[in-house]
């Protein structure tokens, strides 16, 4: 339970960067572009979470059958 909260406190401490790095590049470049690169580092972000699972169960999987 311990190690779930913590991913979650995680996942929310990487999408207030992820917005804190966009409205820092609003200032730079034109919002449309901050948003942009905002939305991409999130959707990546959303399949890094979803897949990471997988990964995880394979990698132990692999280990049993070794």
Known sequence: MKNMMKGIAAGFLMVAVVIA??????????????????????TFLFFYVLFRPCRKRGRAQAERNA
Do not use: I, K, P, R
């Open 21 to 42: 790095g966009q409205m820092a590049l609003t200032g730079v470049v034109d919002f449309h572009t901050a948003e942009l690169v905002g939305g991409t580092a999130l």
